[in-house]
């Protein structure tokens, strides 16, 4: 694929930007390296995760259709992510703790409630069909690194000590904000929209900007000695959140890594400071490309509970009985680096789309296998160049928009012939190469008859219901209908085929 170039918006230069693997694998092939800032695990990840988490995915998948070899490095947070979390130095309960509080006597201890929403998330990312990390660190399990890193930080000059933690001393690193903008004391005297916000109150701080690695708190739920032992506290404490990602992505992918990713939520304070943190202890670019996912909407607001359009993946899949790969193609119908607005409409019309290319490879495909005929050049050369401009789509900044109806000009080709077996085999390809790039056409979870027992039973009456509508026997064609609509089935008749899709609700 050298005829393709992958370019993406760097939040850092503010550019678009072509992005080159600084690495190659042992047999030459470029090696690129990713770490994408996972959630924290206190409850279920919503679909404004999962939409930036899908970013990831996409890149990833771009980067294998291209040829190239990726390591990947998610992580799940399960202690240290305080709720005032806008701030550099936040303050607030300590998230996990809080959700202990909430859940009562849903758990025996918060170890169980980090493995509990652990569990869940591996659940959901399955389900939206989402490539597995080639390693998913918990901060839990690198405490002992952070704890190093941090007394590492405190040698060099840029960390010290005071009788309720350790700080980051942010004069020390000059290019402290150069990913977000904010360099001075008094952007963090106030919100984006201009409010007064509080700080961390310590008065041994050196700055207001200074941000905790390390909070000395012998009551928290998690907590680990350190060498850090000033003050009645002594050594227990735990880590602050912006040093677990540093030193997790460090030790699995170096100290300079291809690309880190993230919503844009992260911009700051998380990944500002994890570039000072980092850069600090290694004197050298933590990450080269930024890349950040905007904000999701839905139904044209902003997602709340107490708005009602706050939605987990269970919540639609589950619930609302929405096709999972519904779910994931309208999340990724929008381009990354634009606000997107989640409709009910574009998950209906996403659900219209998953069900062709199901049809096509459940239904069209097995019926063309026994016939005969011969390959056509002109047909292949159609749906490789669809397959092409999905491609250069994603290639382009990610353009989801332009990959997905490059995509839809190829399925339209295959609806506007009667397939053989050889034609047939071709679409397959098709698909395959699709499904690879884009994971809209099957996974494990979702949408192949051995996982789903009403998917194989929807089809095969389906078929039926073609073959007796072809035969006029409406007696029996009526009665399918009738057992569709039993098993909370909508069907739906087009020009260009037959789809379906479970109700909502149903």
Request: aromatic residues 8%; proline residues 4%; glycine residues 8%.
């Amino acid at each position: 694929m050298s005829d393709f170039t992958l370019r993406l918006t760097n939040t850092l230069t503010r550019q678009l930007e072509p992005v080159e693997p600084t690495q190659t694998t042992a047999d030459g092939m470029p090696l690129l390296r990713v770490y994408g800032c996972g959630p924290t695990v206190y409850s279920y990840a919503h679909i404004g995760n999962f939409r930036s988490f899908l970013t990831t995915d996409l890149l990833l998948r771009t980067a294998r259709a291209l040829g190239w070899q990726t390591r990947y490095v998610s992580n799940v947070t399960d202690v240290g992510h305080l709720t005032g979390d806008d701030l550099a130095d936040a303050d607030g309960e300590d998230k996990m703790a809080k959700a202990l509080e909430r859940e009562g006597e849903r758990f025996a201890n918060i170890y169980d409630l980090a493995r509990h929403y652990t569990d869940a998330l591996l659940y959901d990312w399955e389900v939206l069909n989402l490539l597995e990390p080639d390693v998913r660190p918990r901060a839990t399990e690198h405490v002992t690194g952070q704890i190093e890193a941090v007394q590492q930080l405190i040698d060099a000059g840029h960390a010290y000590e005071t009788d309720d933690g350790v700080y980051f001393h942010v004069p020390s690193f000059r290019d402290y904000g150069k990913l977000s903008g904010n360099r001075d004391a008094e952007s963090l005297a106030t919100g984006a929209a201009g409010e007064s916000r509080e700080v961390v109150t310590d008065d041994a701080k050196r700055d207001p900007r200074d941000f905790a690695l390390w909070k000395k708190d012998p009551g928290h739920l998690m907590q680990w000695y350190s060498p850090f032992t000033e003050g009645e506290a002594g050594g227990r404490g735990f880590p602050g959140w912006h040093i677990e990602c540093s030193v997790m992505a460090r030790h699995y992918l170096g100290e300079n890594i291809d690309v880190h990713t993230g919503g844009e939520d992260l911009i700051f304070p998380h990944h500002e400071c994890e570039i000072a943190q980092a850069e600090s202890l290694s004197d050298q670019p933590f990450a080269r490309v930024w890349l950040h996912t905007r904000f999701l909407q839905v139904e044209g607001e902003r997602m709340a509970k107490s708005s009602g359009n706050f939605f987990t993946v269970r919540d639609l899949v589950e619930d609302k009985g929405f096709d999972p790969l519904a779910v994931r193609y309208a999340l990724i119908s929008g381009q990354y680096r634009k606000p997107f607005n989640f409709t009910e409409a574009n998950l209906k019309s996403a659900a219209k789309h998953i069900a062709r290319l199901r049809h096509i490879e459940e239904t069209l495909i097995p019926q063309a296998a026994s016939r005969e005929g011969d390959l056509d050049p002109a047909f292949e050369e159609t749906l490789d160049t669809a397959y092409a401009g999905a491609l250069a789509g994603l290639c382009d900044d990610l353009n989801t928009p332009r990959a997905l109806a490059a995509m839809t000009e190829g399925v339209k080709a295959i609806y506007s012939r009667d397939l053989n077996a050889a034609t047939a085999s071709s679409v397959q390809v098709f698909l395959d190469r699709i499904n690879d790039l884009l994971g809209i056409v099957r996974s494990d979870d979702a949408g192949s008859p051995e996982a789903d027992p009403l998917a194989a039973q929807v089809e095969a009456l389906l078929v039926e219901r073609a073959e007796v509508r072809a035969a006029k026997d409406w007696t029996r064609a009526d009665a399918i209908r009738d057992e569709l609509d039993a098993l909370g089935v909508e069907v739906m008749d087009g020009s260009e085929g037959t789809t379906w899709r479970k109700k909502t609700g149903a």
